[in-house]
């Protein structure tokens, strides 16, 4: 069993307890910090028997602590890894994991001369729908690989508070790339593999914060394939994965996590619809399983801080997903196509 401390104590991170809470055989939650210390955050505290620290440095003082789970801004992540590290703990890192390569490397170098486990929140990734879209990929039965495209929406931006560290510019560049649209990027890397190319235009329409609310990328992939990723957080939630092949075409369709929905919608509900239309003959339906993908991503850290199977999004994975995002939010800046690094 390992124990943990959650870092963050905002909605997510209070989603991310309540997954495991009573509920896992293999990792539990023993204590916490979070910048907002109120009577909320004691009582939920208190809820799940979590020990409060009332700084990051002291909890990682605690030789009780064998791994810390950070869902902070993602300012914080490269320092907060690292300091980790350094104590010998295991962490397990929300999405996204930096911005910039340089900072991935940084953070990546602190784990590996550390000899500790890393784990990152793209939990779509073990959902059923998923794997078996990568074994469709996988046996050739989609063929040669066109292009694949994710539209990710929610309206939480909407209704931000100006002081909300996600109404930050500087924290959320390119509106719903960094809440949504990683989740999205890091499905494009693991089913087509490493991008290549990036093109963005991202932009302001009807929210009142300092953020952009309508975002689109163009993707051209090292293998030849293209992608296309859409983002809004002004309007009805809504997500879909679609990789088209020269045998047909996979469309998977559900949520993303609306704000004000339950914990168990946001961890069970994220995948709905899903059709496959082969170039010939009728279109397949079917409902996607349901999988608390929250919980199942939390395990499979626990289980490599215990020695067993690696984390399944490999380091060079890591690293690659954060150059790509830094190449997407250059592209944003420069109106032009941009490399990855």
């Given at each position: 069993?390992?124990?943990a401390?959650?870092?963050?104590l905002?909605?997510?991170?209070?989603?991310?307890?309540?997954?495991?809470?009573g509920?896992?055989?293999?990792?539990?939650?023993?204590?916490?910090?979070?910048?907002?210390?109120?009577?909320?955050?004691?009582?939920?505290a208190?809820?799940?028997?979590?020990?409060?620290y009332?700084?990051?440095?002291?909890?990682?003082?605690?030789?009780?602590?064998?791994?810390?789970?950070?869902?902070?801004?993602?300012?914080?992540?490269?320092?907060?890894v690292i300091?980790?590290?350094?104590?010998?703990?295991?962490?397990?890192?929300?999405?996204?994991?930096a911005?910039?390569?340089?900072?991935?490397?940084?953070?990546?170098?602190a784990?590996?001369?550390?000899?500790?486990?890393?784990?990152?929140?793209?939990?779509?990734?073990w959902?059923p729908e998923?794997r078996?879209l990568?074994?469709?990929?996988?046996?050739?039965?989609?063929?040669?690989?066109?292009?694949?495209?994710?539209?990710?929406?929610?309206?939480?931006?909407?209704?931000?508070?100006?002081?909300?560290?996600?109404?930050?510019r500087?924290?959320t560049?390119?509106g719903?790339?960094?809440?949504?649209?990683?989740?999205?990027i890091?499905?494009?890397i693991?089913?087509?593999g490493?991008?290549?190319?990036?093109y963005?235009?991202?932009?302001?329409?009807?929210?009142?914060?300092?953020?952009?609310?309508?975002t689109s990328?163009?993707?051209r992939?090292k293998?030849?394939?293209?992608?296309?990723?859409?983002?809004?957080?002004?309007?009805?939630?809504?997500?879909s994965?679609?990789?088209?092949?020269s045998?047909?075409?996979?469309?998977?369709e559900?949520?993303?996590h609306?704000?004000?929905?339950?914990?168990e919608?946001?961890?069970?509900?994220?995948?709905?619809?899903?059709?496959?239309?082969p170039?010939?003959?009728?279109?397949?339906?079917?409902?996607?399983?349901?999988?608390d993908?929250?919980?199942a991503?939390?395990?499979?850290?626990?289980?490599?801080?215990?020695?067993?199977?690696?984390?399944?999004?490999?380091l060079d994975?890591?690293v690659?997903?954060?150059s790509?995002?830094?190449?997407?939010i250059?592209?944003?800046?420069?109106h032009?196509?941009?490399?990855?690094a």
């Amino acid at each position: 069993m390992i124990n943990a401390a959650i870092v963050g104590l905002g909605w997510w991170g209070r989603t991310l307890v309540e997954a495991i809470s009573g509920q896992s055989e293999r990792m539990r939650f023993v204590a916490g910090s979070t910048r907002t210390l109120n009577d909320d955050v004691k009582g939920f505290a208190e809820q799940h028997k979590l020990k409060l620290y009332s700084s990051y440095e002291e909890m990682l003082e605690d030789p009780g602590i064998d791994a810390v789970v950070l869902a902070t801004p993602h300012s914080l992540h490269v320092p907060q890894v690292i300091a980790a590290a350094g104590k010998g703990k295991h962490v397990f890192c929300e999405k996204p994991f930096a911005l910039t390569k340089a900072e991935a490397e940084e953070a990546v170098a602190a784990v590996k001369r550390a000899g500790v486990a890393l784990g990152l929140g793209y939990n779509r990734r073990w959902h059923p729908e998923m794997r078996k879209l990568r074994e469709k990929i996988a046996s050739g039965d989609l063929g040669v690989i066109l292009h694949v495209e994710a539209t990710m929406t929610f309206p939480n931006a909407l209704f931000l508070k100006p002081e909300a560290w996600r109404a930050n510019r500087e924290e959320t560049p390119c509106g719903g790339l960094t809440p949504m649209g990683v989740h999205a990027i890091d499905g494009m890397i693991d089913l087509c593999g490493p991008i290549d190319e990036v093109y963005c235009q991202s932009f302001r329409r009807v929210v009142q914060i300092d953020a952009d609310d309508t975002t689109s990328v163009l993707f051209r992939m090292k293998e030849g394939m293209s992608g296309y990723l859409g983002t809004m957080t002004a309007t009805g939630g809504g997500f879909s994965f679609q990789v088209y092949g020269s045998k047909g075409y996979v469309r998977l369709e559900g949520m993303t996590h609306v704000a004000g929905a339950s914990s168990e919608e946001r961890r069970t509900r994220l995948f709905g619809r899903c059709i496959f239309k082969p170039t010939q003959g009728p279109a397949e339906e079917w409902d996607a399983e349901r999988l608390d993908v929250t919980r199942a991503c939390l395990e499979s850290f626990a289980d490599a801080a215990a020695g067993g199977e690696p984390f399944p999004i490999t380091l060079d994975e890591m690293v690659h997903g954060a150059s790509v995002t830094e190449a997407i939010i250059r592209s944003a800046e420069t109106h032009k196509p941009e490399k990855v690094a």
